[in-house]
C-alpha cells in the first residue's frame, strides 16, 4: 500500500468469523447515539468562549446507546460542572437536548440546541 491508496475501512463483525449469529441471521451492533458535526461546532463555539474567559478548562464526550453526553469540567480532576445530553428518545417529548448542573438539576431542555445552550453561555462563575 502506497500513500496515495485510500484506506478502506469495513465495520468489524459482531458475531463469529463471519458475523453470523444463531440460525443464520446476521448480528448488528445495537446503534450509537452520537453529536453531529454542526452540533459539536456549536458546543465548541461555547465551550472555546468560556475556556477564552479562564472559567472552563477540560471536557470529556461520551457516546452510547441512550445518549451522547458533553462533559464540561472547571479542572480536569473534578466532577463535571455541566453536562450537555443528547437523548433522541425525548425528542418528541421535551425535547432531545438538555443541559444539567453538577448538582443533577437540569438547567434547560429543549428541541433546540442553540437555544439549550445559551443558558450556559450567559452564566458566570462565581468563586468560593
Known sequence: MNESEP?????????GSFGA?????????????AFSRDELDAILAVYARKVAA?????????MGREKAVFSI????????LYR????????????????????????????DLRRVLAAIDGMRLVDR
Open 73 to 80: 469540567f472547571r479542572r480536569s480532576s473534578e466532577f463535571p
Open 54 to 62: 479562564g472559567e472552563w478548562r477540560d471536557y470529556a464526550l461520551e
Open 21 to 33: 449469529g444463531a440460525l443464520g441471521t446476521q448480528r448488528r451492533a445495537p446503534p450509537t447515539t
Open 7 to 15: 484506506i478502506r475501512l469495513r465495520p468489524r463483525n459482531a458475531g
Open 84 to 111: 450537555v445530553e443528547k437523548n433522541p428518545k425525548l425528542a418528541r417529548k421535551q425535547g432531545a437536548y438538555s443541559v444539567v448542573a453538577a448538582t443533577g438539576l437540569i438547567v434547560k431542555r429543549g428541541p
